[in-house]
């Protein structure tokens, strides 16, 4: 039997006989789902928390865990039980954050840190970094939740090259007594890479060499979409796009959705590969969820003050930081966009597939997590990220038969929002604030939510 051309497989697949067909051409194309309940410790390659972690040749990059000590006299601020770091040399980083033992217990207080800059060696003065960032992470109950390797963090912080550094952490006080730290504080300072010379610039990530076997396990679930170790999934145009779904959805889409499909064109995504990901830190098999109900989106609250050359070098920093800091399986995210607009691939698995994330903790089951790298409390999110967001929205959600400006219901994994088991019904485009007590994704960028839907529901061609 001869199938018909893509371009022709829609009236092909509306029958019977061509849904079976298109169901056996794509099983074997399509990784199998894994509900990993067991998962290999770190390879040294991760680096651990100890101060000289290995280096992963072709794709550098390290992480330095270095304990706080109390802070007495002025460096207090005269908040009694503060801890940090006086001034002192490190070696190169550019992300920094604060982590400690125990990944349910809150930091009350307030984190600082500022830096001296590679090349000028001037300091910053002092920033805030973001504490409360225990709204993201696994859902209660699954495997990656229960690793015991899980700690509780600040939001990471991007500083840029950077080689000396000073923090204190000042607990929250009322009537002269101040609220315990968590124990076990340590600052961590990642240090995301730079790239192969030979490719020029130095935020450009690495690409010559072999595929590991991480890598090409990586790169084959997008299979489908790109070359094997393609550095970019390319845009498609409306009609090629509905053409593709019937490809990876025909065993799950409805006579509904055979007849009018309502799906985006699908926009250009930079693939880890192209990001640079060192796949060797992540859990090696891929974790999914049934489908994507629910599109969340965030702010990575690293701040604002990044080039767009730079965007894969934050990634890749907020990779480490997730990983070898934290303790999660793989970046939390699902996909990431810069202020310029572009798309990156996010938690390995397949950019077309129900990957399960750590983005919106109690509702990572059934969704998909999209942040955008900076801080939007007071900063308005660029007209292109934005606009980036409705066309990932308009594409993904898509596949799955999602309406953007409609509404559905999830069933919460715990939270401070919503108990354990809780049906929610929710915008199929939500902030992360509508499934967890947050700022986030910032004000500004919360407040785009309204147009965001409406582009993407007309991408989708819906009346």
Same mark, same amino acid.
């Given at each position: ?24 051409? !794509? ?23 100890? &101060?000289?972690?290995? $280096? ?12 706080? $000590? ?11 039980? @503060? ?20 990944? =349910? ?20 003065? /002092?920033? =805030? ?17 229960? +690793?015991?390797?899980l700690r509780g963090a600040t939001a990471p912080l991007w500083v840029g090259d950077s080689d000396g550094v000073e923090v204190r952490v000042l607990p929250e006080t009322s009537s002269r007594t101040a609220a315990p730290l968590p124990s076990g504080l340590r600052l961590e300072l990642v240090d995301p890479g730079r790239a192969d010379t030979a490719r020029g610039a130095d935020d450009d990530p690495p690409l010559t060499g072999p595929l590991s &076997? ?8 997008? @299979? ?12 498609? =145009? ?20 055979? !007849? ?14 192209? /990001? ?18 629910? &599109? ?20 890749? +920093? ?9 303790? /999660?399986? =793989? ?5 990431? $966009? ?13 950019? @077309? ?5 750590a983005h919106t903790l109690g509702f990572n089951h059934d969704s998909m997590g999209i942040a955008v790298l900076g801080t939007f409390n007071s900063t308005s999110p660029p007209t292109a990220t934005v606009e980036a967001i409705g066309q990932l929205t308009a594409w993904k959600l898509g596949l799955f038969g999602g309406d953007p400006g409609g509404k559905t219901y999830l069933k919460s994994g715990g939270g401070n929002l919503y108990k354990k088991?809780?049906? $929610? ?30 582009? !993407? ?7």
């Open positions: 039997m001869t199938m018909p051309s893509i371009r022709g497989m829609r009236g092909f697949l509306a029958s019977s006989i061509g849904v079976t067909c298109a169901a056996a051409l !794509a099983l074997p194309l399509t990784l199998p789902v894994t509900t990993a309940t067991a998962f290999p410790a770190p390879s040294a390659a991760a680096g651990t928390r100890a &101060a000289d972690p290995s $280096v992963q040749p072709g794709i550098p990059g390290s992480t330095q865990s270095l304990p706080l $000590v109390p802070l007495a006299g002025e460096r207090a601020e005269g908040a009694p039980g @503060a801890q940090g770091l006086p001034r002192r040399d490190v070696r190169r980083f550019s992300l920094v954050g604060v982590a400690w033992d125990d990944p =349910d217990t809150e930091l009350h207080g307030r984190v600082q840190v500022r830096t001296r800059a590679v090349g000028t060696g001037a300091w910053s003065g /002092w920033q =805030d970094v973001e504490t409360h960032n225990a709204d993201h992470g696994p859902d209660p109950g699954t495997s990656e939740h229960s +690793s015991g390797r &076997a991480e890598t090409t396990a990586a790169s084959e679930a997008n @299979a489908l979409l790109a070359p094997l170790g393609a550095t970019k999934i390319p845009a498609l =145009d409306r009609a090629d796009t509905e053409d593709e779904m019937f490809v990876l959805r025909a065993p799950e889409l409805t006579a509904e959705q055979l !007849a009018e499909p309502y799906i985006g064109p699908r926009p250009g995504i930079t693939t880890r590969r192209g /990001w640079g990901a060192d796949e060797s830190l992540r859990e090696k098999e891929f974790l999914y969820t049934k489908q994507v109900k629910v &599109a969340f989106v965030h702010h990575t609250a690293t701040g604002n003050n990044y080039t767009c050359a730079q965007a894969p070098s934050v990634i890749r +920093s907020i990779y480490r930081y997730h990983v070898v800091s934290m303790g /999660w399986r =793989d970046i939390g995210y699902n996909f990431l $966009v810069d202020k310029c607009g572009n798309i990156y691939e996010g938690r390995a698995g397949g950019v @077309a597939e129900p990957v399960m994330g088991g809780t049906n $929610v019904r929710l915008n199929v485009i939500s902030g992360h604030k509508d499934g967890f007590l947050t700022d986030c994704p910032g004000e500004l960028l919360y407040g785009k939510l309204g147009s965001i839907r409406s582009q !993407a529901s007309s991408l989708q061609g819906r009346p």
